[in-house]
């Protein structure tokens, strides 16, 4: 390579020239694009598979196109808040079974119903625990109520009427104390429980939920003691929620992730005054719409029919997977010819229309591992996705090539200087020999510290110390500084972490060995054994727990344990 040595060979064409690199071995990847058209299993959004290489500050774009499908198949989940106040809009629904089908028959060839109850979660303060009311919620009401329950999967979709109609039929009304209902609790599992419920793949999702009132939100549970946050998964026993007296109430956040990985389109049908509630979380909610319904429920047929137009003509896209380093600017050109950002997307779309995206990926940098990664470009509410291979070149290909090199068999090219081996020691190889010298095989060659030579790294000099490993992958200066100082001055930087003296302790060696003793209680106890002591104060890992020294914890014991 002339007067070019290894260690310093990111420059531009110009520059590695001029330092004596011959162009045949100077590397210049471009950025490039390729879409996949063989076998496209997508029939509504194309391309299905995409693939892109990029380098640093490298820029690329593609154009998606999305053109919904007529007639589609259409599952219709009916999730009703069964509390005393809806008695009359559930009467209602014995009726909407054969009414709403022959309406479908219009806009889809293949439609199926289904049917779910919910109330609240079944402990104090939102149901009555008194042993005469909680059995029947609603006796207020002069009514036999069924016992309340968090959320019941009553009938999985079906294109039987009369079994939609039957199950109505026996549907009982329920109760609770509070104004909120347990709405988003049961939606969550209706969206994930797909095998439960009987979503098919094919199919356009529509949630159906019938309301009076607002939702509980996460950390409203912790008035009834309920602390560990939602997961996110079914937990639908015999077609019960068997959570709901142990995990909160989802997030806005987690329950939009769910409904949108689950292709689930939501409909509001709220009766009353709170239907504004639920219009201002619209946003907030992508694929989904609000409608108010009349008193007993009236235009329940036209509301549902008037949603589904309305949502089957909206098409928005969002990016899954976001990656680091990676950008994504995504325009939809809509065929009115207005132009609008990926999320807002396009209304009032036909089915003969076609709606483009163009969709621009900008490489920033290479802060994370290169390597192939993967993006999802995903409409809400459909079934079909892009999926996006990222190819990001992040170091230098030419070692990984099949083009035989000279290989110095000693070990004289030490900390980036020139070569000194000659000719007769050095060796030809194939591309795997330079595998040997990565930790893992998207990790560039020893490490990008250093130089292999001989079948060993050599490690480069560093200005802030030294760089050391078979694969130069460690160092001791890559440990966490404490008010500017390295290990705070009371430790070692070995291998990426602190190594205390005696005396300290902590991950930055910043905690005195004795400040242990003010995290002790009165038992001995460090932390009453809920938490761990850092420089001297308790960081409590059950999340039950508070206090100074992690001592209260109003729901690890009932009163029975404590007095027995």
């Not at 006796?139 to 009938?155: A, E, K, Q």
Request: charged share 20%; with cysteine; net charge neutral.
């Amino acid at each position: 390579m002339g007067e070019a040595t290894q260690s310093r060979r990111c420059d531009t064409v110009f520059n590695l020239i001029k330092k004596g690199c011959q162009s045949d071995f100077i590397e210049n990847p471009m950025n490039s694009i390729t879409t996949s058209s063989d076998h496209e299993a997508n029939m509504q959004v194309t391309p299905g598979k995409v693939s892109i290489h990029l380098r640093p500050g490298g820029k690329t774009s593609f154009m998606l196109k999305i053109r919904p499908l007529e007639k589609y198949p259409v599952d219709l989940y009916y999730l009703v808040d069964v509390s005393a106040s809806m008695h009359n809009n559930i009467e209602k629904l014995n009726s909407v079974g054969f009414d709403l089908s022959k309406k479908m028959a219009n806009i889809s060839l293949d439609f199926r119903l289904g049917f779910g109850s919910y109330v609240d979660k079944t402990v104090s303060p939102y149901i009555s625990t008194h042993p005469g009311r909680i059995h029947n919620q609603c006796s207020d009401y002069n009514l036999d109520c069924m016992p309340p329950h968090g959320y019941i999967h009553v009938l999985s979709l079906t294109d039987n009427i009369a079994d939609f109609k039957n199950a109505v039929n026996k549907q009982k009304i329920s109760g609770n104390i509070d104004t909120p209902e347990g709405g988003f609790d049961a939606m969550l599992q209706a969206a994930v429980c797909q095998s439960h419920i009987g979503w098919r793949k094919e199919a356009k999702r529509l949630l159906l939920v019938m309301t009076d009132q607002t939702s509980h939100l996460a950390l409203d549970s912790k008035l009834g003691g309920i602390v560990i946050p939602n997961d996110g998964n079914c937990h639908l026993k015999d077609n019960i929620y068997i959570k709901a007296t142990s995990m909160e109430h989802p997030s806005l956040g987690q329950l939009s992730e769910k409904l949108i990985d689950n292709n689930i389109n939501v409909i509001f049908a709220v009766q009353g005054h709170q239907f504004d509630w639920y219009k201002d979380l619209l946003p907030l909610l992508p694929g989904t719409v609000a409608k108010q319904i009349e008193s007993q429920a009236a235009n329940l047929n036209d509301l549902v029919i008037e949603a589904y137009q309305k949502l089957i003509s909206e098409v928005k896209i969002q990016v899954d997977n976001q990656l680091k380093d990676l950008y994504f600017n995504i325009t939809a050109i809509c065929p009115d010819g207005s132009r609008n950002t990926g999320m807002e997307g396009c209304k009032n779309v036909r089915y003969d229309e076609e709606v483009l995206f163009n969709v621009s990926i900008a490489m920033k940098g290479c802060t994370t591992t290169g390597g192939q990664k993967y993006a999802v470009l995903k409409p809400i509410g459909f079934n079909e996705t892009t999926i996006i291979n990222i190819y990001r070149n992040c170091a230098c290909q030419c070692e990984d090539s099949a083009r035989h090199k000279k290989i110095c068999a000693d070990e004289t090219f030490l900390d980036g200087e020139k070569p000194h081996c000659k000719a007769t020691n050095c060796s030809s190889n194939e591309n795997t020999f330079f595998e040997k010298h990565k930790m893992h095989q998207a990790q560039p060659v020893c490490s990008g510290q250093g130089d292999c030579i001989g079948g060993k790294c050599f490690c480069h000099k560093s200005k802030l110390g030294k760089v050391y490993g078979k694969y130069c992958e460690m160092d001791n200066f890559s440990c966490p500084y404490h008010h500017g100082i390295l290990c705070a001055g009371n430790g070692e930087c070995e291998a990426g972490k602190c190594k205390c003296f005696n005396g300290w302790e902590g991950e930055h060696c910043q905690c005195s060995s004795l400040s242990a003793k003010h995290c002790i209680n009165s038992k001995g106890q460090i932390c009453s054994g809920r938490g761990h002591c850092v420089c001297g104060k308790c960081e409590c890992t059950d999340p039950r727990s508070f206090g100074r020294l992690c001592e209260y914890c109003p729901n690890c014991n009932n009163a029975c344990d404590e007095n027995w």
